[in-house]
Nanobody, 120 residues
Framework: QVQLAESGGGLVQPGGSLRLSCAAS????????MGWYREAPGKERELVAT???????IYAHSVAGRFTVSMDNAKNTVSLQMNSLKPEDTAVYYC??????????????WGRGTQVTVSS
């Protein structure tokens, strides 16, 4: 089993920046991909960004060019740097990890989520 714990959420003004971090513990040797999903009220869960052994990081079209995902070599920590935030980025952000790769709606392990609110 792998446990994931997010940190760094909060309230930020439009155009601002926020950095989310996620620490993995447990059997991290099983992890080959990590990333972030988000879920806004009334909307389907969205895979925001993922990184891993599969190659180049992948981003949702809605955040490409504004968000950057990074992971340490030991696959113990994944971060999401969010710049130029917009009100539509408001959501609960979930850290996730997988033995192979994160899929659109599925991953092996999940964090509890952290709220990000973009508002003036």
């Amino acid at each position: 089993q792998v446990q994931l714990a997010e940190s760094g959420g909060g309230l930020v003004q439009p155009g601002g920046s926020l950095r989310l971090s996620c620490a993995a513990s447990g059997n991290t040797r099983s992890v080959n991909a990590m990333g972030w999903y988000r879920e806004a009220p009334g909307k389907e869960r969205e895979l925001v960004a993922t990184i891993g052994d599969f190659g180049t990081p992948i981003y949702a079209h809605s955040v490409a060019g504004r968000f950057t995902v990074s992971m340490d070599n030991a696959k113990n920590t994944v971060s999401l740097q969010m710049n130029s935030l917009k009100p539509e980025d408001t959501a609960v952000y979930y850290c996730a990890a997988d033995r192979i790769r994160l899929e659109a709606q599925r991953s092996d392990w999940w964090g509890r989520g952290t709220q990000v609110t973009v508002s003036s």
